[in-house]
């Protein structure tokens, strides 16, 4: 089974991502962890093409992240597509509750990269991921809206989770 959860930064598609890669017993692959380099670097596209490539080597995988360039390598051979769709509010309340705790406990977020969230990076920064939640929201579920729709993915298995409710029923539902 090859599995991507899209959804905005913030909707918690990482949590939900591990836990089903978790329930399946497969891989969990984070894209975040293939783009970021040391101390916030950011991969070049041949870079992160290459890492993907690499990385859906698997038979089977859980793979998280948007990345709206790679979704031809991601989706060439997926089965299922997961999308975290929850509520503005709910969406942001839980992507500033990570950046602070992130910045408080200045945990490395992808190991050797020493990225580190700070309250400044998160609240007082044009990189701040708190704004990108802001700006994004919107316009990913419209694009997402228009993804279940495209014919072009009509032979893909698409879910919508709307609530916590339902991702954890969807995850109830999965067999290892």
Known sequence: MKINVIGTSGSGKSTLARAIARQLDLPYIEMDALFWQRDWGESSDEQLFARLEQALQQPGWVLDGNYKRTQ?????????????????????????????????HQQELW?????????????LSRDSIILWTI??????RQRYQALL??????????????????????????KK
């Not at 729709?149 to 999965?174: K, N």
Request: glycine content about 4%.
């Open 111 to 123: 190991p050797g990269t020493h990225c580190r969230e700070s309250f400044r990076k998160s609240f």
């Open 149 to 174: 729709s495209d014919p072009r993915y009509q032979h893909l298995r698409f879910i919508r989770l709307t609530s916590p409710q339902m991702s954890r029923e969807f995850i109830a539902g999965l």
């Open 135 to 140: 700006k994004t929201w919107r316009h990913n």
């Open 72 to 104: 031809a390598i991601k989706w060439r051979d997926i089965d299922t597509i997961v999308w975290v769709d929850y509520g503005f509010l709910r969406t942001l309340y839980q992507a500033i509750r990570r950046a602070i705790s992130r910045s408080w």
